[in-house]
């Protein structure tokens, strides 16, 4: 939806997209099992791992469950397990980007300056 439409506008040089594409998501939903794909998924295992053990929330036992379960749930419309992987590689090339500023700079510019009037055109 947006996400596609922000990237048209300001190119892929200027945009970190991840995740499936609406082919891809509507493939994945014939037989999606995100339990397996955690199960292959050294970082998503990692986190699941780290949230099912306690580790960030010492002092609300269980405040996660409700995420963990969406996360596995085979009917979860926002199939969170199957972008994960994605996630992480997009979040690894932001991190790059941004240790080079100029390009950074230039990077922000352009979508501020882009998606602005792109909203602006939306609300008129």
């Not at 405040?63 to 972008?83: G, R, V």
């Not at 950074?104 to 510019?109: C, G, R, T, V």
Request: hydrophobic share 40%; aromatic share 10%; net charge negative.
């Amino acid at each position: 939806g947006a996400n596609i439409e922000m990237l048209e506008e300001v190119g892929d040089d200027n945009f970190f997209l991840f995740g499936l594409d609406a082919n891809q998501v509507a493939q994945a939903r014939i037989n999606y099992q995100p339990q397996h794909i955690v199960e292959h998924s050294t970082a998503l295992n990692g986190v699941m791992s780290m949230l099912k053990s306690g580790h960030f929330n010492l002092v609300e036992p269980g405040i996660f469950n409700d995420i963990i379960a969406s996360i596995i749930d085979p009917n979860d419309q926002w199939m969170t397990a199957a972008d994960f992987d994605s996630y992480c590689l997009a979040q690894e090339q932001v991190a790059k980007t941004y240790l080079d500023q100029d390009s950074w700079q230039k990077i922000s510019i352009r979508n501020t300056a882009t998606n602005k009037q792109t909203l602006i055109y939306d609300l008129r």
